[in-house]
């Protein structure tokens, strides 16, 4: 595939809003979990108390990311089928009207009068070209391209639990203080990528991107542990 093809698949992702779940899942699964851990740690309770509090922030936060990403495809695709439905009905009262915009928009874009005139004109006999055409140009969306909800739902679930698993997992073999630095380390290593990731995306540099996520990591282990101590503290 050459280098035109990614970027135009690159950019469908981010239009899509693919590479926003993707991210939003795996950091939320890391630092969600990773607060929740420490805090129940910061308290006091033993690694079985630490490790049964993580696979429920776990499954709790998985399950919510899912249902979130499934309800907000879901209404993105309902609300962009209804204006396709309103276009329609528009074309079938005032076709000229949707050609007409469809042709001031192709010259805002920089083409000629008589280039957007003569596209328009091919447009107005073939009633889904037109449809999909004045969506695209007007209304700014891809009728093709509206998302999937289950798909949504699923990659939510699956990166949210792939990021807990980071800061969770240490606890499976152990407690103590070692299990609450690895924690810490793992967490951080994740965020390293996802951040260096997304710095290298969006021009911004690797280290911009990924100190930018470990200084999110650091300030959420510090103020949960410290939060879970001092209510242990007065607990106690």
Not at 6 to 33: E, F, I, K, Y
Not at 81 to 99: C, E, F, H, T
Not at 167 to 194: E, H, K, N, R
Request: hydrophobic letters at 55%; glycine letters at 14%.
């Amino acid at each position: 595939m050459d280098g035109s093809n990614l970027l135009a698949r690159r950019a469908l992702q981010v239009q899509r809003g693919a590479a926003r779940a993707a991210v939003l899942g795996v950091n939320d699964g890391l630092v969600s979990v990773l607060c929740l851990v420490l805090a129940v740690a910061g308290a006091g309770a033993d690694a079985a108390g630490v490790l049964l509090a993580g696979f429920a922030g776990l499954l709790a936060g998985a399950i919510s990311m899912a249902a979130g990403e499934w309800i907000s495809v879901r209404a993105q695709v309902e609300l962009f089928a209804g204006v396709l439905r309103d276009i329609d009905r528009l074309m079938q009262k005032d076709r000229s009207l949707l050609g007409s915009q469809i042709a001031t928009k192709l010259q805002e874009s920089g083409y000629s009068a008589a280039t957007a005139d003569k596209a328009t004109q091919e447009l107005q006999h073939d009633d889904r070209l037109l449809r999909d055409t004045y969506a695209r140009q007007v209304m700014g969306f891809n009728p093709d391209e509206l998302g999937s909800p289950w798909i949504a739902a699923i990659s939510s679930f699956v990166l949210f639990t792939l990021g807990a698993l980071a800061p969770l997992a240490p606890w499976v073999f152990g407690g103590g203080l070692f299990a609450v630095i690895l924690s810490i380390v793992l967490t951080g290593l994740a965020s390293l990528l996802i951040g260096g990731f997304i710095g290298a995306s969006s021009g911004k540099g690797i280290m911009h991107g990924a100190l930018r996520q470990l200084f999110i990591v650091i300030l959420a282990s510090v103020v949960t542990y410290g939060t879970g101590y001092l209510f242990g503290v007065s607990v106690g």
